[in-house]
């Protein structure tokens, strides 16, 4: 009997759909939160999770990515719900590390087609040999220019662990150069500087491979995607100073994505795809460090 | 970082070695301000020895570009490695800035006729 893992807030959406899940033959456990959610696919290691992304404390999509950042839950595949029936929605899923995609009110014939097919995409999966685990790597530490040191450190010691070929280390140090220096700058701006969490991740398991670069902060909103590129035609005398962070984030970057909410605060995810990956060297504790402090 | 300059001619070439970021771009740009003000207004920047630099570097030098055109010379680069120069390129700069592979090259550039 498939044991499927139901992660969602709502007592009401829970029940039901546990319930109509369980009469046609699935086991299902549940969590009501993200962090649940993930401890749960670490314990109970489910044939699949249903996630819905609307959640408190940590969403469903930070809480895909860490079970798609531990090796021992990543192959456990995960089909987001959301009542969000916005297009870029399913992108971002898709970027978390999500499998598929479905929206609520649930249609359960249709869900029903997409979890047999996970079920049987993982079947066959495991019956081949897994390739190697994402490396993952990541720090908190003060958003203050001077901590800048220790964020090209973290990025050193990736860049080593990664393999990552010369020309791409050096993108891969100026697009985490700006994004953190956005944070210093401007997230704490008028009061006493806080916390910058920054993740560098190689997520092999993903097709094609993704260097995902995550910084967070607890700061005022600010998404530094909105902030305007400079015209890079205009004359010298013409040329804005700013925005041109931002120019080379958007330019060495696939994929990016700003947002804010009160739990998780400003989180800025830069995605590279990889179509020459490298072939990783060593391997870091995909462990998530303890919620405050400086420390790798 | 280090700068150091070098006078040839009525040029000055400033020479940086090490990496270019937002923690010591502040360095660059005071150095290339008091050269100006010293009333060297015809500057090569040799960047040989600069691995990376983020655009906190590039906004040193387009400040400095700008000033040096506001009072009749020019800023000119020379020796970019190749990701320096890649940078240099996707900010638009290698458009209005002249680069040159040489530092030889750029200064000459400066002569009656370069």
Not at chain 1, 63 to 72: F, L, S, V
Not at chain 1, 80 to 92: C, I, K, Q
Not at chain 1, 203 to 215: E, G, N, Y
Not at chain 1, 244 to 253: K, P, W
Request: aromatic fraction near 2%; charge should be negative; proline fraction near 8%.
């Amino acid at each position: 009997m498939p044991h499927l893992l139901l992660v969602e807030d709502n007592e009401l959406n829970r029940d039901m759909l546990s319930r109509r899940l369980e009469r046609k033959g699935h086991r299902v456990s549940v969590a009501i939160d993200g962090l649940q959610g993930v401890a749960l696919a670490h314990s109970a290691r489910p044939d699949l999770i249903l996630m819905d992304l609307s959640l408190p404390g940590i969403d469903g999509w930070e809480a895909t990515r860490r079970i798609k950042a531990d090796a021992t839950t990543r192959a456990i595949p995960v089909i987001a719900l959301t009542a969000h029936a916005m297009s870029g929605d399913r992108e971002r899923a898709l970027d978390a590390g999500c499998d598929d995609f479905d929206t609520k009110p649930v249609d359960l014939p249709r869900l029903l087609a997409k979890i047999e097919a996970r079920l049987a995409d993982g079947h066959a999966q495991a019956a081949q040999t897994a390739g190697p685990a994402p490396l993952r790597v990541e720090r908190t530490l003060q958003a203050r220019l001077e901590r800048l040191p220790l964020v090209h450190e973290l990025v050193d010691e990736f860049t080593g662990q990664a393999g990552l070929a010369p020309a791409l280390a050096h993108d891969l140090r100026l697009v985490v150069e700006e994004a953190c220096v956005n944070v210093m700058r401007h997230a704490y701006a008028g009061g006493p500087p806080g916390d910058l969490g920054l993740a560098l991740e190689l997520d092999t398991a993903a097709r094609p491979v993704a260097l995902r670069i995550t910084v967070r902060d607890q700061g005022q909103p600010f998404d530094p995607l909105s902030v305007p590129v400079p015209d890079i035609t205009a004359p010298a005398e013409q040329r804005a100073v700013g925005g041109l962070g931002v120019l080379l984030m958007r330019r060495l970057t696939d994929r990016q994505d700003h947002r804010h909410d009160p739990a998780s605060g400003n989180v800025l995810t830069l995605v590279k795809f990889l179509h020459d990956p490298p072939a990783p060297r060593g391997r870091a504790d995909p462990t998530p460090p303890p919620p405050s402090g400086e420390r790798t | 970082m280090n700068i150091t300059a070098t006078p040839q001619g009525p040029v000055t070439v400033v020479a940086i070695d090490g990496s270019v970021d937002s923690l010591n771009a502040e360095q660059l740009t005071q150095a290339l301000t008091e050269h100006l003000a010293a009333g060297c207004r015809q500057l090569v920047v040799d960047l040989a020895a600069v691995p990376y630099t983020s655009t906190a570097g590039l906004r040193a030098l387009l400040a400095a570009v700008k000033d040096s055109r506001r009072l009749g010379g020019d800023l000119r680069l020379a020796a970019a490695q190749a990701s320096v120069e890649r940078v240099l390129s996707l900010s638009g700069f290698t458009g209005i800035i002249k680069t040159y592979r040489g530092v030889t090259e750029a200064v000459a550039s400066f002569a009656p006729g370069g």
